[in-house]
């Protein structure tokens, strides 16, 4: 029973893998990917980028924002399992939309997509940012 004990264990360790090091705080992730791959976003959306390589790099900020909304969401930094997840989803949502509109070279669309980005923000500052951070932004 012992031995059965020890293998199932086993089998649970590598069934979840190595173990995932949060190495961020929730301040750094905006400090360091969040704030700036929306600003570099919204940066590109004022005018109709120049050339293949200028969407690419929409692309790629897009999807650093979709990641960064996964990160939100690991064990160590999601606040609860509701409406913080919900947030998280709403940015990485907002990341897709934006991700979408810049392959598919649309500039109406990487406008609008790159100004919703602000509300799933919002949305997540207002319940859970620490009133006194609220100030800064
Ligand atoms: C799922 C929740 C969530 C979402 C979504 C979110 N934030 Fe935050 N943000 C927080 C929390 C919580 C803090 C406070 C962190 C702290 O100081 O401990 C914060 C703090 C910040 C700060 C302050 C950091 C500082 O230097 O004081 C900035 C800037 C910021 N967020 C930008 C953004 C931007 C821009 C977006 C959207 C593109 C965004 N955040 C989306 C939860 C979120």
């Known amino acids: 029973m012992r031995v059965l004990s020890v293998f199932l264990l086993a089998g649970l360790a590598l069934a979840q893998g190595p173990a995932y090091k949060e190495t961020a705080t929730t301040h750094d992730l905006m400090d360091g990917l969040v704030r700036p791959m929306q600003m570099a976003i919204v940066n590109a959306a004022k005018e109709a980028p120049a050339d293949d390589r200028a969407w690419r790099g929409i692309v790629t900020n897009a999807i650093m924002l979709q990641e960064s909304a996964q990160l939100l969401k690991t064990t160590g ?7 913080w997840i919900k947030d998280a989803d709403a940015l ?3 990341g897709a939309a934006v991700q979408k509109a810049a392959q598919a070279k649309d500039f109406d669309a990487l406008k609008t997509a790159s100004a919703s ?4 923000c919002q949305g997540c500052h207002r319940a859970y940012r620490p009133p006194a951070a609220q100030k800064k932004q």
Do not use: T, V
Not at 77 to 83: E, H, L, Y
Not at 117 to 120: D, E, H, R, T
């Open 77 to 83: 930094r999601a606040k609860d399992q509701g409406d």
């Open 92 to 94: 990485g949502d907002a």
């Open 117 to 120: 980005i602000g509300a799933s």
